[in-house]
């Protein structure tokens, strides 16, 4: 058996500035691939890392395997036709981009959305966040060799996209959300078949608390994974659950209201530790927080009323000249849409902040350093990535 | 770490206990009630306005032509094609369809080898899915263009039952802008208007705020914008798209505001008419009616020097001497006539065509004659008592009005007749009656029930707020006189006017009788031609002028047109008069 720790020693050997010394033409190297058919099931990306061992000496992280341009579609777009194409963005939770468009235009438009609109974007946001989730918890107990996990987690979020399907006529793609309001308030007996869905994922959460959270192996390989420091959160531009679970209590939902937030009763969830199981657990508290504020919202929200505004003629409608920036809290962090108008009946530029950008990434490369090579995808899956909105 | 982290994951063994989640037989799970599932077209509905087409962002859906679907006014006689290798299911197309005849059913399983199949005509290909009920429709209350139009301002009755002022008061820029936005684009109005203006082009063009490009679309097709924003029948109204889900676009109004907003001094230099070449030929035109201002305007255009011969002393024809100043005031008539005469054409008026001058004169002086000389002839009933010499024809009384004769107006009138120069005639001997009486007391009577009368549903209600008193559905008898003077009318109820084939044939119920008191009667229930002076010229078995698509008649050298063709109405006098002016061109370029 060679003595593996003779080469650790060795290699890799240390800049003065900490950096590792990676020469591949020492043959004590190997690069390897990882993606873009699965770099931690998040989608289309790469990992072009380099291990000496099973450790990762260098990550590089590269994307471009997705790019559907979506901006630059909706650029050839009149503005009502442009929701059907936002969605894409996010594949998992569609809905935060449907907002935020939507709203970008109605602020530049001047126009107001009924207040029975406002509830229910403010429901259709936090059953994406829902959903959203637990289709990211089911990946990050795969990542970890829990494949039962994901496939409790995904009946749950087949239940909760039921509830979509009920509201908005579509699974994946809701589109519920154009600008102007929304396509309809709850059906009939919609709150009924809401609160059963929601005590089932309740009882699926305490499932999932004892069998992954009180789990040797997940508690072996998450705890320390992926260290965030406090502070590299601004530096980075970390928001969201990555940022939470390093102690700075950020959330747009709390520090820049919007839609009815503010007329919700709940409290910033922060971590301490910043590794990849904080981040777990976090998420786990953000799944009940969101159980909570839909069961507020749905004790909240008007039963009828107006839910579209009055809107222009679409087929011509032009937006005065301007610019803005909405935002919003999606599962991932802040996302946000900026949009320029020239007076035209297009939009000049549609830019998409998402979150997945800054955190898979600069941020990736960082905190792979180091890292099992085992572990790459379980901390792909820790940071909360969706590549098509990095590359949109 | 703990012994219970090793011990807690065991608990996941109590699912062995469990039924299984999953859906047993997936293939028979119901989308829900809303689900936006394969489309559906309602043959009938569907009007083929293609505003689907425009706004799917897939350019998923095509417009054909359908077999056993025919192209007829207010239908283009296409139907959306959907490509499901391109539809994302957006619904927009369901959400924007002007006559909610497109909706999706909640099937989303279709399984077939060939790609081809998936580019389907949705209610004609017959899917499994067409009688389906439950499926995304398009949400009450939930629009993506306003469907209520922009309110028309008018004089309150109160302020125009005495006078002729203009009742309309025109739309202001932002009203016109706002209503121009209401249009879908569909163009299904420019088959059905008898000229075929580019009605789409000259709203964009309001909506744009381009007066000028407005005003060049308009001359296009029709000359006579002040009149027709006015008075125009407006068929295109009555197709548009708008109308099935709320009302339709105000295109008459729309054009009467283009019209109103531009100088007529400027005119010659937007429409680019400052300097025309003129040739050597001649063309004389009967009668300064819209046929004819529409055959002389185009063929000075075309460079002929153009006669006019109109047999009252100021142009116009039906529209000046037919038509109350209150709807058309004459100074939008002279200021559509003066642009007219600017490019060169000339007028004689009090020049009657048979009586001072015949039309033989006229074939060896110009080598074109283009006749438009209207319905000038009233029409009885031909009851006992309508010889009395105070039972009138509205058309004269008409033209006596406008040309400030004295009317004799009597306390008590019923006028019979239930279109809208029945309206117009009704209306103005109201204003008459106040004026003299200060009250009105006038009846008037149809043979049509209301909801078939041919009058305008405006005029209807107008009329009623002047005070007329409006009894449908009654066909006069007899005129009642006592010692010689008029004291009603004797009525009896009409059960129906036409028969199943669509023929005038008007049935009565003789026990149902009702009597209409009144001193004086006024027929208003069709006019006739006087084409006396057009001797030989061939007719057809309904009696109107024969003539060809170039509204060339059996003699080479005259084109007829107007009325005497067409209409009455004076949107396809415009149109037979812009058709026989190229006829005219074809002619003698021969």
Redesign the interface.
């Known amino acids: 058996m060679p003595d593996v720790n003779k080469y650790r020693d060795k290699f890799p050997q240390k800049n003065p500035d900490g950096t590792n010394i990676i020469d591949l033409e020492s043959h004590k190297f190997i690069k390897v691939w990882q993606g873009p058919n699965h770099p931690g099931i998040t989608g289309n990306m790469s990992l072009e890392l380099i291990l000496q061992g099973d450790e990762v000496m260098s990550c590089k992280t590269h994307v471009g395997y997705l790019h559907r341009g979506f901006e630059k579609l909706m650029e050839r ?2 503005f ?6 936002c969605v894409r963005v996010a594949v998992p939770e569609p809905d935060f981009n449907e907002y935020c468009l939507s709203a970008t235009f109605e602020e530049l438009a001047g126009i107001q959305i009924p207040e029975a609109a406002e509830w229910m974007r403010t429901l259709l946001l936090e059953m994406a966040r829902l959903g959203s989730f637990l289709m990211w918890i089911g990946g990050q107990a795969g990542t970890f060799g829990q494949g ?1 996990i994901g496939q409790w987690t995904i ?1 749950a979020r087949d239940l909760v996209l ?1 509830r979509f ?6 699974r994946i ?1 809701h ?1 519920h959300m ?1 600008p102007g ?1 929304v ?2 308030l709850t ?1 009939e007996g919609f709150k009924g078949r809401m609160e059963e869905t929601l005590k089932t994922i309740e009882d699926i959460m305490k ?1 999932i608390k ?3 959270f ?4 997940f ?2 390989r998450s705890v320390g994974l992926g260290y965030i420091d406090p502070s590299w959160v601004d530096p980075y531009g970390i928001t969201g659950p990555n940022a939470r679970a390093a102690g700075i209590a950020k959330d747009v939902r709390k520090d820049y209201p919007y839609l009815k937030y503010n007329e919700l009763d709940f409290d910033v969830i922060v971590g301490k530790n910043s590794d990849a199981f904080t981040r777990a657990d976090l998420r786990r508290q953000e799944i009940l927080l969101s159980i909570d504020l839909i069961r507020q919202i749905m004790a909240k929200m008007p039963k009828s009323g ?3 505004a ?7 409608w032009k937006i005065p000249k301007g610019e803005t920036y909405i935002r919003s809290e999606c599962t991932r962090g802040e996302y946000g849409y900026y949009t320029v108008t020239d007076g035209s009946g297009y939009p000049r530029r549609i830019n998409v902040r998402g979150p997945s950008y800054t955190h898979a990434v600069a941020l990736m490369e960082k905190l792979a350093i180091d890292c099992n090579i085992a572990d790459t995808a379980g901390l792909m899956v820790s940071l909360h990535t969706y590549p098509p909105e990095i590359e949109r | ?1 703990s012994v ?3 011990l ?2 065991f ?2 063994w109590k ?1 062995l206990l469990k039924d299984p ?2 859906i047993k037989k997936p293939l028979e799970r119901q ?6 599932g394969f489309h559906q077209n309602d043959m009938e509905k569907c009007i083929g306005c293609g ?1 689907c087409e ?2 799917c ?2 350019a998923a859906i095509d417009m054909v032509p359908v077999v056993g679907i025919e192209t007829k006014n207010g239908d283009s006689g296409l139907r959306p094609q959907i490509d499901y290798g391109r539809c ?5 197309c369901v ?2 369809c002007t006559t909610n005849s497109l909706t ?1 059913s ?1 099937q989303f399983q279709w399984i077939d080898s060939d790609p081809e199949v998936f580019r389907f005509v949705p209610g004609a290909d017959k899917k499994y899915w067409d009688d389906e009920k439950l ?2 429709k398009k ?1 009450l ?6 469907t209520e139009r922009v309110s028309m301002e008018e004089l309150h009755p109160e302020d125009r039952d005495k006078s002729f002022i203009e009742i309309i008061k025109g739309y202001s820029k932002k009203q016109a802008i706002q209503e121009a ?5 569909c163009g299904i109005c420019i088959a059905t208007c008898p000229a075929h203006m580019g009605i789409p082009s000259y709203i ?1 063009a309001v ?1 744009k705020d381009n007066m000028e490009e407005a005003l060049r679309v308009l001359y296009e097709t029709n000359p006579l914008p002040e009149i027709c924003g006015r008075v125009c029948t407006h068929n295109c109204e009555s197709v548009c798209a708008m109308q099935h889900k709320g009302d339709a676009l105000s295109i008459r109004w729309l054009k009467r505001y283009i019209a109103d907003q531009v100088h007529s001094e400027k005119y010659k230099k937007i429409l680019g008419t400052e300097k025309l070449e003129k040739n050597d030929k001649k063309v004389a035109i009967v009668g300064a009616g819209p046929a004819g201002l529409s055959a002389a305007y185009y063929l000075s255009l075309l460079g002929y020097n153009v006669k006019v011969y109109e047999a009252f002393d100021k142009p116009g024809g039906m529209t000046r001497y037919g038509i109350p100043e209150y709807r058309l005031p004459y100074d939008q008539i002279d200021k559509d006539v003066n642009y007219i005469e600017s490019l060169g054409v000339e007028f004689q008026y009090n020049t009657k065509v048979g009586e001072d001058i015949n039309l033989e004169k006229l074939h060896e002086d110009f080598d074109a004659v283009f006749a438009g000389s209207g319905l000038h002839l009233g029409r009885s009933t031909r009851i006992k008592g309508s010889d009395h010499e105070k039972c009138y024809q509205a058309i004269d009384l008409l033209r006596d009005f406008t040309q400030g004769k004295e009317i004799d107006v009597q306390e008590k009138i019923v006028v019979i007749g239930g279109g809208n120069v029945a309206m117009d005639i009704a209306r103005t001997l109201a204003r008459l009656q106040n004026q003299k009486f200060g009250k009105v007391q006038l009846t008037l009577t149809s043979l049509e029930s209301e909801n078939i009368m041919p009058a305008d549903i405006e005029e209807i209600i107008e009329s009623r707020e002047e005070n007329v008193t409006i009894e449908a559905a009654w066909g006069p008898k007899e005129i009642k006189i006592k010692e010689n003077q008029i004291v009603g009318l004797n009525v009896v109820k009409c059960l129906s006017v036409f028969d199943d084939e669509g023929r005038f044939n008007p049935q009565f119920n003789n026990n149902q009788k009702k009597f209409f008191g009144a001193d004086m009667v006024v027929e208003a229930i069709g006019q006739g031609m006087d084409i006396d002076f057009m001797k030989d010229v061939e007719l057809t078995q309904r009696h109107k002028v024969k003539v060809d698509d170039n509204f060339q008649s059996s003699i080479p050298w005259l084109f007829v047109g107007g009325d005497i063709v067409a209409g009455p109405d004076a949107i396809s006098a415009i149109a037979n008069g812009h058709k026989a002016a190229k006829g005219i061109d074809k002619f003698l370029n021969k």
């Open positions: 777009r009149k009502i036709q442009c929701f059907p194409i039962i009946y039921d399907e009920e509201i908005s006529g579509g793609y589109m154009t309001g396509r309809g059906p499932d004892s069998t992954m009180n789990n040797a192996v508690k072996k107006e839910y579209m009055k809107m222009p003629n679409v087929l011509h | 770490m219970k982290d090793v807690s994951p608990l996941a699912n989640v999953s989308a829900a009630p809303r689900y936006r505003t425009e706004i962002m897939n994302c299911w957006c619904a927009l959400d924007i999706m909640n499926g995304y949400p209350n939930y629009e993506l263009y306003n936005d209401r249009c879908v684009e964009e909506r």
